[in-house]
Each structure stands twice: as structure tokens, then as C-alpha cells.
């Protein structure tokens, strides 16, 4: 099973270090396979890779796509979909 939502980064400076940190630190939490692209775009990344993250250079507004599959998947994307709700507990 493969769960797929889109949703915009409303922290102040995006997908940045530290968010990414924060991000891989969740997606490592579970067995899922979880990866996070660029909505509209084809290029996606691992989200348990800090390095992978940053390479899609997202800044804030930027509307994501995160996929996840596997057998933990639906609680893998709600804590991702929360830590980005939540702006990384940077604002």
C-alpha cells in the first residue's frame, strides 16, 4: 500500500538543515519507505537521507509530495505530515 499527500512548507527558510535533520530523524522512526519530492515534479528523495533532502532545495511555499508504503506507512505519514504542520517546531 502506498499513501501519497501533498503539502506546502510554511516554516520561515523551507526544507534547510536542520528541518531535514528533524525530517530524516522522524522518517528513520519507522520501517516505511517514505520519500519526498517536489509536487508536479518527477524527482523524489529518500527522507531518511538529511543529504538527499536538501538536494531538492525547497524553500517556504514550496508545495511537496510525500509518498510512503510499506507496513507502518499510515503512521509513518501522519508523524511526517505533523512535523511539517508543525513548521519543525521552528516558529
Given at each position: 500500500m502506498e499513501i501519497v499527500r501533498t503539502i506546502s512548507l510554511?516554516?520561515?527558510?523551507?526544507?534547510?538543515?536542520?528541518?531535514?535533520?528533524?525530517?530524516?530523524?522522524?522518517?528513520?522512526?519507522?520501517?516505511a519507505s517514505i520519500r519526498v519530492g517536489r509536487a508536479g515534479t518527477a524527482e523524489e528523495v529518500d527522507a531518511k537521507s538529511i543529504i538527499a533532502m536538501l538536494t531538492l532545495g525547497a524553500p517556504k511555499g514550496v508545495e511537496l509530495s510525500v509518498k510512503a508504503s510499506g507496513e507502518d506507512a499510515e503512521k509513518a505519514m501522519a508523524a511526517v505530515i505533523r512535523l511539517i504542520e508543525e513548521n519543525f517546531g521552528e516558529d
Open positions: 510554511g516554516n520561515r527558510y523551507g526544507l534547510h538543515a536542520r528541518a531535514s535533520t528533524r525530517l530524516a530523524q522522524t522518517a528513520q522512526q519507522f520501517k
